[in-house]
C-alpha cells in the first residue's frame, strides 16, 4: 500500500496540481491586495468616499447584551469583484496559453524526406513510364 501511494504522490499529474493549488492560492492574495489596496480606494473617490466595504443594511441595532445584527452587502460586492478580476485573469491566461498552442500547431512541418525505397520505387516508375 505504501508504494502505491508513493507512485500516485509522485506521479506528474499530482505534483503539477499541487503546484497550481499553491501558485493560485497566492494568486489569490495578490488579486485581494489588488482590489483591497487600489481598487476599492479609487472606487470610494469616484462614489464620494464611500467605502464599500463597510455598506451593510442593519436589521437590529447592537443593544447592552446583543451585537447588531446586520447583511453586509459591501463585503459581498467586494468578494464578487474580487471574483471576477480572478476569473477574467486566468481567462486571460488561458486564452494566450492557447494562442501559443495554436500557432505552434500552424507551423508548417516539411513532409518527411523519402526513404531510399521511395527513391527507387520512383526511379523505376520514371523508367517505366519513358519506355511507354
Do not use: C, H
Request: charged share 20%.
Amino acid at each position: 500500500m505504501l508504494d502505491e501511494f508513493k507512485k500516485f504522490a509522485l506521479r506528474g499529474n499530482v505534483v503539477d496540481l499541487a503546484v497550481g493549488v499553491i501558485i493560485g492560492g497566492a494568486f489569490g492574495k495578490i488579486v485581494t491586495s489588488l482590489v483591497n489596496d487600489l481598487i476599492m480606494p479609487v472606487l470610494g473617490v469616484i462614489t464620494g468616499n464611500v467605502n464599500l466595504a463597510a455598506l451593510k443594511w442593519t436589521i437590529s441595532q447592537a443593544t447592552e447584551g446583543t451585537e447588531e445584527l446586520s447583511i453586509n452587502y459591501g463585503q459581498f460586492l467586494q468578494s464578487m469583484l474580487d471574483f471576477i478580476l480572478v476569473a477574467f485573469s486566468i481567462f486571460m491566461i488561458v486564452k494566450l496559453i492557447n494562442n501559443i498552442r495554436k500557432k505552434e500547431e500552424e507551423k508548417p512541418t516539411l513532409p518527411p524526406k523519402p526513404s531510399n525505397e521511395e527513391l527507387v520505387l520512383t526511379e523505376i516508375r520514371d523508367i517505366l513510364k519513358s519506355q511507354k
